[in-house]
């Protein structure tokens, strides 16, 4: 389904700049390129599963604070698509008490163990896209997008200390020896590199209070075994209009979830979810 879904959207690529030249966008000025730069801000809550394929653990992760940076290039070609690259962090950590044994990139955890899970993962999305309809009340894009993704997952155990430097006494009295093998902490640890085909769809509204406008836009992954989604909603709001540029602030509410299958022997299904504040100028 998802590949026959990509091949209709490259088709669809080969036809836009004919059959909608004259709906794409053009900037304030439509002799020149419009340059847009933005970032955002947001509390994520993360919830959900992963490990490797027969030993997935559900952990309890940290709400923590997430960043994404963009800039987009539009311009009055309306043979060219236009230009955007996205880059977005996700971090996060728990610490869990281990109710069964446990595997994780090449490393075995014991039931009973306390491990310390860190996910860092972080990818950006270089994505080509037209502008189907773009006015003042109302636009739509759509696009193809490549999502890169790097970084890792590592689990790491309860520090191991050699028994042959640390003998007990008779006596169960503690030892008192100086080891000479340092204490050894078990890391298990799983690359998330990968470049993941999505379609790219974006979308505005304005709405009836001034300067104010209702936005959408989502990334959607066209590969089988990687289901992932990344998209929000909100509403942006228009700070300064000058000869220089415009400001705008948003704020609104973001997603992200992360079903991936055997991406470097890494299984997960995560979903990140929270309000975000950001801004954008455009010049």
């Not at 490797?52 to 997430?66: F, G, T, V």
Request: with cysteine.
């Amino acid at each position: 389904m998802k590949k026959t879904a990509l091949a209709a959207f490259a088709i669809l690529f080969t036809f836009i700049p004919q059959t909608f030249a004259n709906f794409s966008y053009t900037p304030k000025d439509k002799s020149q390129v419009g340059l847009y730069l933005g970032g955002q801000i947001w509390q994520s809550e993360a919830n959900g599963t992963f490990g490797e394929e027969n030993s997935l653990i559900n952990y309890k992760l940290k709400k923590e604070q997430q960043t994404n940076y963009f800039v987009t290039v539009k311009h009055p070609y309306s043979f060219l698509p236009n230009i955007r690259i996205e880059s977005t962090s996700l971090n996060t950590t728990s610490k869990k008490s281990l109710t069964q044994g446990f595997s994780f990139g090449g490393e075995s955890f014991p039931t009973g163990d306390d491990i310390n899970t860190n996910f860092s993962v972080s990818y950006v999305d270089y994505t080509l896209y037209y502008g189907l309809l773009n006015n003042s009340t109302f636009s739509f894009d759509i696009g193809l997008t490549a999502k890169d993704l790097n970084g890792a997952v590592t689990v790491i155990g309860e520090t191991i200390i050699d028994d042959d430097d640390c003998p007990q006494t008779s006596q169960g009295n503690p030892c008192t020896a100086t080891p000479t093998t340092p204490p050894v902490a078990p890391t298990g640890k799983i690359k998330t590199d990968g470049i993941v085909p999505m379609l790219y769809i974006a979308t505005d509204l304005s709405l009836p209070l001034k300067n104010l406008r209702l936005f959408a836009q989502g990334d959607f992954s066209l590969k089988d075994n990687y289901n992932i989604s990344d998209y929000q909603l909100g509403l942006s709001y228009e700070l300064l209009d000058t000869k220089m540029g415009d400001y705008d602030l948003t704020l609104g509410y973001k997603v992200v979830k992360m079903e991936l299958e055997n991406l470097n022997d890494l299984y997960t299904d995560l979903e990140f979810k929270g309000t975000f504040v950001g801004f954008i100028a455009h010049f």
